[in-house]
């Protein structure tokens, strides 16, 4: 039942994704898509953002809780085309504190991805494609309710993907890249972690005492797969940019049917040339990775289990681009 809720759930969320650029083509004045870019040469650049979410409650009789919050965001890019030969990289950060009351301040958001691909145009529209894309984060995070206890680090996990496939880019809105030859890597440099068998890799052995034997766990693990990757972005209304990327990937050979998910979303709102605002969402199901559970409703995890995985964010800040 889980397997077929969480089924049902990602096909709904397909069914959002093609009928939200429908809506957007509907609400905007722009009737044709943007041409592929042909230009040689390099073309660079790169945005920058910082939000700021501040409450300070003094004698405030309903009660609540003053907090602070911090979130940067950046991103860089690089697109190289000669001929017929595109080379395309970009790295995304994203760092967010938060402080509630009189606890210390501690991290609530931490992403780190860089992205290469490099096609060869061989049709107006296809082009054959290698891609490699490495996801992590920036700093260890620690439980709340166990400050000593580590949940994930810089490279702990960090999942690897080298594909090659077929890039479908009708235009500079939309990229469809289908791999039937993907090698994903997930790797967990911590070996703690690793002997926790955390983020899908072999835990510790046991030992005759049925201890675990500390060493043991395994901080690798390699999957062989198909992978689909959908990017999308259209413009809505004036200064309202709506941004999609799906990530699909099925292993050949443990649970073909069980696919790992990766959906991002983020509407952009340009309040004037230094403000902006955004919001952003980020849905995951992986078959592999086990989440803390509660079970028992108590605020501690007891437990672990195959969840969906989802996260929304709400800023409003400053932006620069260059």
Known sequence: MKKRYALSLCLRFLVILLLVPLAGRAQTSET???????????????VGTLNLSQVSLVN??????????????????????????TFDTSLDLLYGTLKAGKARMRKNDDKLEYNAKYGHQFTKVLYYAAQVNVKTQLTPTKAIEKPDSLLSAFFAPAFILASVGIDYKPNDQLSVFLSPITGKFTVVANQTLADAGAFGVEAARRGPDGRPLAGSGQRFRSELGAYLNIKYRKPLWENVVFQTKLDLFSNYLHN??????????????????????????????????????????????????????????????????F
């Open 60 to 85: 405030w009789a309903p009660g609540g809780q003053s907090s602070l919050s911090v979130l940067a965001l950046g991103n860089v890019f690089a697109h190289h085309r000669r001929g017929d030969n």
């Open 256 to 321: 073909p049917q069980n696919i790992d998910v990766n959906w991002e979303n983020l509407i952009s709102f340009k309040v004037n040339k230094f403000i902006s605002s955004s919001i952003a969402t980020n849905l995951v199901y992986d078959d592999d990775v086990l989440v803390p559970l509660d079970r028992n409703g108590d605020g501690v995890p007891d437990g672990r289990g195959r969840r969906i995985q989802f996260k929304e964010t709400l800023g409003i800040g400053l932006t620069y681009k």
């Open 32 to 46: 044709t898509a943007a041409a592929p870019d042909t230009a040689q040469g390099w073309r660079r650049g790169g």
